[in-house]
């Protein structure tokens, strides 16, 4: 079982930051793959940024040159630092974890957290 606790929304104007917190507790493997995707109200859920075992990242077209995934695998968190932030970007923010595979399967997840909110305004 993987635990899965985000952090560090809040908001913040048009053009600000935003460092989000994803802190991974449970069993840990050593070979997975995690990400965030977003929801905003009334809208599909959106993949946002990825990362592998490998570290190879991919990032959804809206957020690339804005976003930056990124994991600090001795503390077991994983990060998503956000810049340049528009009104759009408004959305409840979730990690996911998917143990299944060492690399990504677009934004499948078999874990995820509880969500964190990011509200920005114009």
């Known amino acids: 079982q993987v635990q899965l606790v985000e952090s560090g929304g809040g908001s913040v104007q048009a053009g600000g930051s935003l460092r989000l917190s994803c802190q991974a507790s449970?069993?840990?493997?050593?070979?997975?793959?995690m990400g965030w995707f977003r929801q905003a109200p009334g809208k599909e859920r959106e993949g946002v940024a990825i990362?592998?075992?490998?570290?190879?990242?991919s990032y959804a077209d809206s957020v690339k040159g804005r976003f930056t995934i990124s994991q600090a695998i001795a503390k077991n968190t994983l990060y998503l630092e956000m810049r340049s932030l528009k009104p759009e970007d408004t959305a409840m923010y979730y990690c996911?974890?998917?143990?299944?595979?060492?690399?990504?399967?677009?934004?499948?997840?078999?874990?995820r957290g509880q969500g964190t909110q990011v509200t920005v305004s114009s």
């Open positions: 996911l974890v998917d143990t299944r595979r060492s690399w990504c399967a677009d934004y499948e997840y078999n874990y």
């Open positions: 449970g069993y840990i493997y050593s070979k997975l793959c």
């Open positions: 990362r592998d075992s490998y570290g190879v990242t």
